[in-house]
């Protein structure tokens, strides 16, 4: 019993600890940066914005709402989505 490393110590738990700030670097931290990227640019959302919806449309902001926007994807075709589905606004509103 008292050649035994203490339990912080054991290769096990070394490892766990290695692999759970592993995973967090790798995958939870990134998810989380982009997220909050994801919610900057919805929020900055304004009229005239060029934007890519999931579906991959192109379209032009017509109007901004609290949770979704109005775009307008043809002429005289305008579309009401949730604003969540906006991947990347391609050209800002100058």
């Given at each position: 019993m008292s050649g035994?490393?203490?339990v912080f110590l054991q290769p096990q738990v070394v490892?766990?600890?290695f692999m759970v700030g592993f995973m967090y670097f790798v995958i939870i931290r990134p998810q989380q940066k982009q997220k909050k990227e994801h919610a900057n640019m919805v929020a900055k959302l304004d009229?005239?914005?060029e934007v890519i919806t999931v579906g991959g449309l192109h379209a032009t902001v017509i109007s901004v709402g609290e949770k979704t926007a109005t775009i307008r994807?043809?002429?005289n075709v305008k579309v009401e989505i949730?604003?969540?589905s906006i991947v990347q606004v391609t050209?800002?509103?100058q």
């Amino acid at each position: 019993m008292s050649g035994e490393p203490p339990v912080f110590l054991q290769p096990q738990v070394v490892f766990l600890v290695f692999m759970v700030g592993f995973m967090y670097f790798v995958i939870i931290r990134p998810q989380q940066k982009q997220k909050k990227e994801h919610a900057n640019m919805v929020a900055k959302l304004d009229k005239n914005d060029e934007v890519i919806t999931v579906g991959g449309l192109h379209a032009t902001v017509i109007s901004v709402g609290e949770k979704t926007a109005t775009i307008r994807i043809a002429d005289n075709v305008k579309v009401e989505i949730e604003k969540s589905s906006i991947v990347q606004v391609t050209k800002s509103r100058q």
